[in-house]
């Protein structure tokens, strides 16, 4: 029915009550903004190309230039879209709540566009430049064909963590101690298949925090927590802040 609300009350109250909340969003709160997921990005001349083989260090070892056409198409796809109204909604819950850590799965830079401060991104940002030797991320040239790092001249590739390669320990520290601390756990549009992203729910439930999803089709975690909202970011999101700030 037009009008029915979609969030709990007792969420709400958990959320005001809370004293740390910890949210982890994912695909699918970008693909509301037309950011297509992973491994459905591939069109055109991508069709002949999977995803995972395009995201390794091998990979970019074998051909740094095609894999630079392959991001820089992404970059574009990305640069289109714009924060929808989960996003804007997580900056807004941020200022209401006295403490709120936000965690991502997603590259796209998208929650800082919307307004959202210090987000941890567990696979890095499609806008980075890094510097495939030392790792540290630079400002160079991303138009060239193959950029290269000014300090020490090596290649330079795009700041996302590929297939194979660990998630940056700060982030992981970060979600970890976050998880088990918290009062209460938002997992919003993620699958919850991939860890350790994935584990931080069950920390967070393991440590006694109450722990909510909101995915438009429920994952196998809808079954042992306390709130499932079968709904999208968007539109449960703005409804839990507009509940929190009455």
């Known amino acids: 029915m037009p009008g029915t609300r979609v969030v709990p ?3 709400v109250t958990a959320l005001r009550n809370a004293r740390s909340v910890c949210v982890l969003t994912g695909a699918g709160i970008s693909a509301e903004s037309g950011v297509p997921t992973f491994r459905d990005a591939q069109t055109g001349f991508w069709q002949r190309f999977k995803a995972e083989d395009l995201a390794t260090p091998e990979a970019f070892r074998r051909d740094p230039a095609l894999i630079w056409r ?14 929808n109204a989960g996003h804007l909604a997580l900056a807004k819950l ?25 987000v941890t991104e567990f696979h890095g940002n499609i806008f980075a430049d890094r510097c495939f030797v030392e790792g540290r991320i630079v400002a160079c040239d991303s138009d060239a064909d193959v950029p290269r790092c000014p300090a020490c001249g ?10 194979g390669e660990a998630i940056p320990q700060q982030a992981l520290d970060t979600a970890f101690a976050t998880a088990s601390a918290c009062d209460a756990f938002l997992s919003v549009g993620t699958s919850s298949l991939v860890y350790p992203a994935a584990g931080l729910a069950e920390i967070a439930a393991a440590a006694g925090a109450v722990v909510a999803e909101i995915n438009p089709q429920p994952t196998h975690l809808a079954a042992n927590i306390d709130f499932a909202i079968a709904a999208p970011a968007g539109v ?11």
Do not use: C, K
């Open 236 to 246: 449960a999101l703005p409804e839990l802040v507009d509940s929190l700030s009455r």
């Open 154 to 163: 090596s290649h330079v590739r795009p700041g996302v963590v590929w297939f």
């Open 70 to 83: 392959w991001y820089r198409w992404r970059r574009e796809l990305v640069r289109q879209a714009q924060p």
């Open 94 to 118: 941020g200022s209401l709540l006295p403490r709120l850590t936000l965690i991502t799965q997603n590259v796209d830079g998208l929650h800082q566009r919307a307004g959202s401060t210090a």
């Open 9 to 11: 009350a007792a969420l």
